[in-house]
Nanobody, 123 residues
Framework: QVQLVESGGGLVQAGDSLRLSCAVV????????IGWFRQAPGKEREFLAA????????HYADSVKGRFTVSRSNTKNTVNLLMNSLKPEDTAVYFC????????????????WGQGIQVTVSS
């Protein structure tokens, strides 16, 4: 069983940066790839980025490459998403998910999900 809890969301202005954190609890994290997703009102859930826990290989959606950075902290068991130059269209509920491969996350997400956290970017 894997538990994920997101934190760090809120209301920011366009152009600001924001760092989201996903706290991961599991018997062992080594097999997992942890990813970030978002879902805006009326839109489908969108894959953003992922990182392998064992090795730290990063994967990004083209839409956020260069603007968002995913990282992990082995000591804190967290996966972070640093979002720069935020735009109003980044407004969404952001989720983290745990799966076993990056392809699994890219194509729909893993078996485990956090509850989501709201990010609102004002213009």
């Amino acid at each position: 069983q894997v538990q994920l809890v997101e934190s760090g969301g809120g209301l920011v202005q366009a152009g600001d940066s924001l760092r989201l954190s996903c706290a991961v609890v599991a018997p062992t994290l080594a097999p997992y790839v942890i990813g970030w997703f978002r879902q805006a009102p009326g839109k489908e859930r969108e894959f953003l980025a992922a990182i392998t826990w064992n090795g730290g290989t990063r994967h990004y959606a083209d839409s956020v490459k260069g603007r968002f950075t995913v990282s992990r902290s082995n000591t804190k068991n967290t996966v972070n998403l640093l979002m720069n130059s935020l735009k109003p269209e980044d407004t969404a509920v952001y989720f983290c998910s745990a799966g076993f491969t990056s392809d699994q996350l890219r194509t729909g997400g893993g078996a485990y999900w956090g509850q989501g956290i709201q990010v609102t970017v004002s213009s």
